[in-house]
Structure formats: structure tokens, C-alpha cells
């Protein structure tokens, strides 16, 4: 992936992200990029990464649209062209919206839609997390009811290795007692 | 010299972006910021989350980006 620097003292690197219509059919959508990229090219920009990503659903409505695509473009660009160029992107039909911001000194140029699908088929859902917890929860149970089975064997056995007296030392204990000179029955 | 007993409130456990040495958060790192953002769409307040305030000023600038383009919710 580039590291963004600029070529020359005379122009900077800027990052455009535009959103545009989700719903225009493949020569709209070529066309409509085409004008967008020519914009770039009259403002003598020059493009070091481009990034499309697929359709995506927005958060909350934006024109009358839930969803939207997006092109982030990074471009060498002279700085007296930006407001220009500003207007036009906000003029130009079928862009909903645009952001331009300059990336930090050395910023890498990374392909975010790519992380994104990554992290789509990775994440754990709702569902998972339920699964999850109520996996969790019956192991719990399962090992506390085992602790709680040792613990009553053990507290059993105790009760079962008190010394209880044989019938026969019982028999010679009180045979002493009777023999005893001094009592006096 | 007898050696002190740490407390609870000694014992920091320092932002996570300080550690790993992050520079700049991008608007357009959905699963990253998504951790930053609670239910209802606000940002979580960094007592909770244990970000330091350079980072945390650094986080708010990408979701409000984030924000602008639809990728999170201003309220929910």
C-alpha cells in the first residue's frame, strides 16, 4: 500500500470520500465516476489510490436513501483548486455527500473495503453472543452442581468414619461400671 | 523500609492506544470506532473506556466524520 507524499512543494495530498446513489445501473455509475474523475483532472490533480466499496447501509436516511456507495480517491492536488473543486463535487448530480480532509503526514493508503468484509464475516452477532452466554451458563451450572456433589460424598464420609462403639466394648465398659466396689446399686 | 499495598485505585490500566502506539484513527475503520459508540448512538465517556484525552479528542474527530457519512448514527 502507498505512503502518501507529495511529489512537490507546490501541491499536498488530499482524501475525498464521495457518497453517491446506490440505485443507478452500471453505465450511470461509470459515467457519473467518470465526471467526478474529470472534476479531479481540471483541478490538475493527480491520483495516487483510489478505494471503491460496495453498497453499504447507512445509519440513518440521507436524500431519501438508506443506502449508499462510497469512492475514497487520495489526490495530488495544488491547494488553490480545493474550493473549486468543493463546489463542484456539491453541485454535481448523484453525489449525496462528500468529506475532503488532508491525511496525516505519512499516512498509508490502506483498501478499507476489504477490512470491512473481513470483519463482516468474522464478528460474532447477536445470535453468537446469546449461544455464547448460554453455553457459558450451563457449564456454571454443571460445575457447581459437581462441586456441590463432592462436597456432600465428603461431609458424608466424615459422618460415616465417626468411631461408633462395638456391641462388645459396650458390654465391657459397663461390666466395669457394675463391677466398681463403690457403687452401690 | 515497609513496602507499601497497592489499592484498587492505584493500579491504572492506561489507555490502549498509548500502548500500541497509535498515531490517527481513520473515520473509515467501522469496527473500531463502533466499540467507542454506546446503544444509543453517544460517545463512551472515557472513564469507562479508559482512553487517555489525547486519543479520546482524536476518536471524537473520526466519528463525527463517521457520523457525517452515515457510517454511525448521531442518536438511535
Redesign the interface.
Known amino acids: 500500500m502507498p505512503t502518501l507524499v507529495p511529489s512537490n512543494e507546490d501541491v499536498r495530498v488530499y482524501e475525498f ?1 464521495v ?1 453517491y446513489k446506490p440505485d443507478l445501473d452500471q453505465k450511470a455509475e461509470s459515467t457519473l465516476l467518470s465526471e467526478i474523475e474529470g472534476h479531479f483532472a481540471e483541478a490538475q490533480g493527480k491520483l495516487l489510490f483510489k478505494d471503491p466499496w460496495s453498497r ?1 447501509g ?3 436516511r ?1 436524500a431519501g436513501h438508506d443506502e ?1 456507495k ?1 469512492v ?1 480517491y487520495y489526490y495530488e492536488l495544488p491547494p488553490a483548486s480545493i474550493r473549486e473543486l468543493d463546489r463542484q463535487l456539491r453541485l454535481q448530480k448523484g453525489v449525496l ?1 462528500h ?1 475532503m ?1 488532508i491525511p ?1 503526514k505519512g ?1 498509508e493508503a490502506v483498501s ?1 473495503e476489504a ?2 468484509q473481513d ?1 463482516l464475516k468474522n ?1 460474532e452477532t447477536i445470535e453468537d453472543v446469546r449461544a455464547r452466554k448460554r453455553e457459558e451458563k450451563t457449564q456454571k451450572t454443571v460445575v457447581d452442581q459437581a462441586k456441590r456433589a463432592t462436597k456432600r460424598l465428603e461431609t458424608k464420609a466424615k459422618d460415616i468414619a465417626k468411631p461408633v462403639l462395638k456391641m462388645q466394648d459396650l458390654d465391657s465398659q459397663l461390666d466395669k461400671l457394675i463391677a466398681d466396689s463403690d457403687l452401690k446399686l | 523500609m515497609a513496602v507499601q499495598q497497592k489499592t484498587k485505585h492505584d493500579i491504572k490500566k492506561g489507555c490502549v492506544f498509548d500502548r500500541d502506539g497509535v ?2 484513527f ?6 473500531t470506532l463502533k466499540q467507542y459508540i454506546d446503544y444509543f ?1 453517544n460517545i463512551r465517556n472515557r472513564y469507562y473506556t479508559g482512553v487517555c484525552l489525547k486519543h479520546q479528542k482524536m476518536l471524537k474527530n473520526a466519528i463525527e ?1 463517521a ?8 442518536r438511535k
Open positions: 470520500a457518497m453499504r447507512l445509519a440513518y440521507i449508499a462510497f475514497i455527500r468529506l480532509l496525516p499516512y478499507f477490512k470491512y470483519w464478528r | 498515531a490517527y481513520d473515520y473509515k475503520d467501522y469496527p448512538g466524520r457520523r457525517f457519512l452515515g457510517m454511525l448514527s448521531y
